[in-house]
């Protein structure tokens, strides 16, 4: 029904920079929120940014002013460019989407399989 693919994952020095996409397909009528959210080993997922269709952000207090999301709604597409990375930074990422399928009433949350960000000191 619904995909969500991430990529731009990789590994990077502290204080480089990596740009994750992900993009939603599949029988969407409408997309309300997109996020992204990360799991670093032996740890809960917790929130990383979050953006709104009308392009309202919230960030986690351990990425602001590092990290922006952004989000293109004809692509349904959403974008997290990370900047001055820390090795605290590393962790699964993954796409989360909060939508609306064609035919549906209630909106659901969908995951995308989670995208691997390493960053060495």
Partial sequence: QVQLVE???GSVQAGGSLRLSCAASG???S????GWY???PGKQRELVATITGGGSTNYADSVKGRFTISRDNAKNTV???MNSM???DTAVYYCNA??????????KNYWGQGTQ???SS
């Fill in 7 to 9: 990529s731009g994952g």
């Fill in 117 to 119: 960000v390493t960053v």
């Fill in 38 to 40: 990360r799991q670093a």
């Fill in 86 to 88: 820390k090795p605290e």
């Fill in 31 to 34: 997309i309300n929120a997109m």
């Fill in 98 to 107: 909060r939508l609306l399928l064609s035919g549906e009433s209630f909106l």
């Fill in 79 to 81: 974008y997290l460019q």
């Fill in 27 to 29: 029988s969407i009528f």
